[in-house]
């Protein structure tokens, strides 16, 4: 099975439904499917061929949902970009993938400035401007009815590049029809007329949940920026039932004072992914929006792998903390954790998460280097930390480039964190590692308060001692109201926290 072929039968038998919903402008199945064909036609005329990858760099809209289904039409590999990135790193994510055209939104093409100079296969930068919508006119919307095999690629997303250049993740058809279909195997069903709210770009995260609402003849409603007020009011009044939502974002939501007196009653699931997520936002969410919150575990290199509904998450079952877990191994994924030499350790112990799923990448494109460091015989290697318990709860303790070694003790920062958010005076925290002269390196945290707050650091550095034990406890704590530095995801950037703190030192690791 293809995705342009299972999109199109899709239409077949939901034509006259809403599928595409942004602002005022609503979009039937049909619809959107002949704007798709228009811009398919229009991008094959242009010389491109199936297989041929091209760029994006856009927000959520009417154009990305086009390009979305045009890509999948001319069977050609989506390559997202991410706006407001260096020129440098936009370079070698089209390079690297040798796009042969990058489509943009108006407002971000300048960031393209100079780029064909600099890359001889880029031969087309397509800009979206007052003039798109006669342009799109101009092409039929007939099919052009190319050849699609499941094993072609479909889109190349890029990691974060925490450890060097982004690199570039390729995803099959075949895969990234798994890992759509794995995602939603636990969800309350999807029902033809549902309705499906993106708040990060289709083009990345939430772009999972596009094609199995279109495939299932539900509406996919697009929010071009988040803002909590906006966002509450779209699940209100656009009758939502399902979101992907990332913990940062579902934190701003249930701080907005009027979140208590709205109406959530027609969600049926809202799925917190992309980041940890501390148990107070969890509880919180949970009295706002009801018993509708889902919690997934998975990478861009291999998801879903573990899932949990509320019955599930906010639970006492004995032998598992379900509320500080990540959720339970979904049937179709095999999940071990692995020592240091890449072998399986005892149930209950610490190491290295390995997984095995069909939505898994078929490897980093145009470096096999990278992906046999990665992939090992068939297991990606996520480079997180974790345990899995008696019941099949997966815990991520941390990322292993994140772990603090303090005196020969291994310190995970999200245990930390995840204290510190548990006080009603702390929005959100992030915990690092900074240079000390006897232990070598020791936690060191940066809180973001509510206005008026009266927690001190003191009394956050002795919760912490209580809980977690003295060695545990953060050397220092920073409170600020400035919200933490977040990746174009939503996931905090502690590495730009933990920069200024090591200056002068060759490796940001400390020995003592």
């Known amino acids: 099975m293809d995705i342009r072929s299972l999109m199109r039968r899709a239409v077949q038998f939901n034509g006259s439904r809403e599928a595409i919903v942004h602002g005022d402008i609503r979009l039937t199945f049909e619809q959107s499917w002949q704007r798709g064909l228009r811009l398919a036609n229009a991008l094959l005329a242009m010389g491109l061929k199936p297989g041929d990858r091209v760029g994006s760099l856009e927000d959520n809209g009417i154009p990305a949902a086009d390009f979305f289904v045009a890509a999948a039409v001319a069977n050609l590999v989506r390559v997202p970009l991410y706006p407001r990135n260096k020129g440098e790193t936009h370079v070698h994510m089209l390079g690297h993938t040798g796009c042969r ?17 600099q890359l001889p296969a880029l031969e087309r930068i397509i800009t979206r401007d007052d003039g798109y919508e006669d342009w799109l006119a101009g092409f039929p919307d007939t099919d052009p009815d190319v050849p699609v095999d499941p094993d072609d690629y479909f889109i190349i997303r890029h990691t974060g590049g925490t450890t060097g250049l982004p690199k570039g993740v390729a995803y099959t058809h075949r895969a990234w029809l798994a890992a759509g279909r794995d995602w939603m195997y636990l969800f309350p069903p999807i029902e033809p007329g549902d309705r499906c709210l993106h708040i990060a770009p289709i083009s990345h995260g939430s772009g999972y949940f596009f094609v199995p609402m279109w495939l ?70 949970r009295e706002i929006f009801g018993d509708v919150l889902w919690q997934g575990y998975g990478q861009t290199e291999a998801v879903p792998v573990t899932m949990m509904g509320p019955r599930q998450w906010f639970t006492e079952i ?5 509320l500080r877990s990540c959720g339970l191994i979904l049937p179709f994924a095999d999940v071990e954790i692995w020592d240091d030499n890449n072998k399986p350790l005892a149930q209950g112990k610490e190491g290295q998460i390995s997984v095995r799923c069909d939505g898994q990448m078929a490897g980093f494109w145009d470096d096999e280097a990278a992906t046999a460091e990665r992939v090992v015989d ?23 480039g994140d772990m603090i070694v303090s005196g020969g003790y291994n310190i995970y920062p999200a245990e930390l964190e995840n204290v510190l958010s548990d006080h009603d005076d702390v929005v959100e925290a992030a915990v690092f590692a900074v240079p000390d002269e006897r232990w070598g390196e020791t936690p060191m945290a940066v809180c973001t308060v509510i206005e008026g707050a009266k927690v001190t650091a003191e009394e956050l550095i002795g919760i912490c001692a209580d809980a977690l034990g003295s060695y545990k406890r953060p050397k220092a704590v920073e409170l600020t109201t400035d919200p933490l530095p977040k990746s174009i995801v939503g996931k905090v950037q502690r590495k730009v926290l933990r920069e200024p703190y090591w200056e002068g030192h060759e490796r940001r690791i400390a020995g003592n």
């Open 318 to 322: 004995e032998g598992s903390e379900p």
């Open 216 to 285: 299932s003849g539900a509406a996919n409603v697009l929010l071009d920026h988040f803002d909590a007020t906006a966002t509450m009011d779209a699940i209100e009044n656009e009758q939502i039932q399902y979101l992907f939502i990332v913990p940062a974002i579902l934190n701003m939501m249930n701080r907005d004072p009027k979140a208590r007196s709205r109406d959530f009653s027609k969600l049926k699931c809202m799925q917190v992914g992309a980041a940890p997520i501390a148990d107070d936002t969890a509880l919180t969410a």
């Open 101 to 117: 055209a990058v489509i943009a939104a108006e407002e971000y093409v300048a960031e393209l400035d100079g780029l064909q100079d």
């Open 378 to 400: 068939g297991w990606v290697l996520t480079g997180d930390i974790g345990m899995i318990d008696r019941n099949g709860y997966l815990y991520l303790l941390d990322r292993a």
